[in-house]
């Protein structure tokens, strides 16, 4: 994700906003959402929605009630209510949109217990908040060697600061139960805070640290997406795809979630397909489906005699000699239908002349350069072995005897 003012300067650091991925946009921030209403007018008598979203670190959102009146924008640091002492975060959102977002969250815009926003949060505030930052990535590691030498089966991924400094917010995530009191004691003692711990799944991991995809984009979970729906081995199936773990499992250890992405269309194009396990019965034989286009709309048979010979047909011609089989009539055979289809031609939209556009130009051996330089040695040792026997000559004369006259 990226707003128009955060494009790299020379020196590494955005050109336009300088905040470091942190622009007042929130264009380039995680989970971002566009404030479509942000350029109307509330109606006369109405007064504006006294809550605003806040983000702290990485993707955790929470809504706070504006009762002061303050005067926010996005992009303003805050200092909010917490538990105990104060919290420090940025506003994500502010007016008629928060209340969208609270439905879509399911969280109630008119309960009282809703924490406030303190004040804008003043330079000290900012300071102290990020010395603190400044410290979790060094607690970080201590912690997770604390957890080693306790021999706990839990993996720290990340560690979360309250804006204050009293408190930290440590995120973990373990197969099984895991018992850490003495790590919260051990803890506790080392670093003088209260301690939090947090267990959270391989999703909500990789959402909160981010990452690039086998895309090359950001990930999806730490970007834009907010409901992690499952994904099932069957979503490859139907897209055709090779169920290997290795391709189609995220940085998360699970199936990707965009996996989900165009399973609808895989579906609809699905409905009137031919089965997989669909049998043709002809008077050459039983015909199997080997391989199946969704979107060619084309499907591969073979005999069971010969199953490497593979012919190709139409999804009509298949549903016009199933339609065939269940009245109880067999065709002649296949290749009458491939045949078919070999007349037609295909119309070509694109015609690759120089072959640039191939990823694998590079791997073909270059026959005809070793082929010249194979007849450049060949030359070579021809006109040297030429030269050897002519000095042979000129050395054999010299020592002949001259003839008496």
């Known amino acids: 994700m990226g707003?128009?003012?955060c494009s790299t300067g020379k020196d590494g650091q955005?050109?336009?906003?300088?905040?470091n991925g942190t622009c007042g946009t929130d264009g380039c921030n995680k989970l971002t959402v566009f404030d479509w209403l942000s350029n109307m007018s509330l109606p006369n008598g109405e007064k504006p929605f006294d809550c605003v979203e806040v983000r702290f670190k990485n993707s955790r959102k929470e809504f706070f009630r504006n009762t002061d009146n303050l005067s926010l924008s996005i992009g303003d640091v805050v200092a909010t209510q917490a538990q105990s002492g104060h919290d420090v975060g940025m506003v994500t959102l502010v007016g008629e949109l928060v209340k969208v977002q609270m439905k879509r969250k399911k969280v109630d815009f008119k309960d009282e217990s809703l924490f406030k926003v303190y004040r804008k949060a003043s330079q000290s505030d900012i300071d102290k908040w990020q010395k603190c930052r400044g410290r979790e990535e060094e607690?970080?590691?201590r912690a997770r060697e604390m957890a080693i030498?306790?021999?706990?089966q839990m993996k720290i991924s990340d560690v979360e600061f309250q804006g204050d400094g009293s408190k930290a917010t440590f995120y973990y995530t373990a197969e099984e139960r895991v018992d850490f009191r003495q790590l919260i004691k051990d803890m506790a003692k080392a670093f003088s805070i209260r301690i939090e711990m947090r267990q959270i799944g391989y999703r909500q991991e990789a959402q909160r640290l981010g990452g690039i995809g086998s895309c090359g984009r950001e990930l999806c979970c730490s970007t834009w997406l907010s409901d992690f729906r499952s994904v099932s081995t069957s979503a490859a199936r139907y897209q055709q795809l090779s169920l290997n773990p290795q391709k189609l499992a995220g940085q998360c250890g699970k199936l990707k979630c965009c996996l989900n992405y165009e399973l609808d269309t895989y579906l609809e194009a699905l409905k009137d397909f031919p089965s997989q396990d669909t049998k043709l019965y002809t008077e050459k034989g039983v015909a199997?489906?080997?391989k199946t286009d969704i979107f060619k709309a084309t499907l591969w048979f073979s005999y069971k005699d010969d199953p490497a010979?593979?012919?190709t047909l139409s999804k009509e011609q298949v549903q016009e000699i199933l339609a065939k089989n269940k009245k109880?009539?067999?065709?002649a055979s296949l290749e009458e239908y491939a045949a078919d289809n070999s007349v037609i031609n295909e119309k070509v939209a694109f015609e690759n002349v120089v072959g640039q556009d191939s990823l694998t130009r590079?791997?073909?051996?270059k026959r005809g350069r070793n082929k010249r330089n194979r007849n450049k040695n060949r030359n070579r040792n021809r006109n040297r072995n030429q030269k050897g026997n002519q000095n042979k000559s000129r050395n054999s004369n010299k020592k002949r005897p001259a003839k008496n006259a």
């Open 14 to 19: 955005p050109r336009g906003c300088k905040n």
């Open 288 to 290: 199997f489906c080997q």
């Open 149 to 152: 030498l306790l021999n706990l």
């Open 328 to 331: 109880k009539e067999k065709v």
């Open 309 to 311: 010979n593979w012919h």
């Open 362 to 365: 590079f791997d073909r051996p």
């Open 139 to 141: 607690i970080k590691k």
């Open 3 to 5: 707003c128009s003012s």
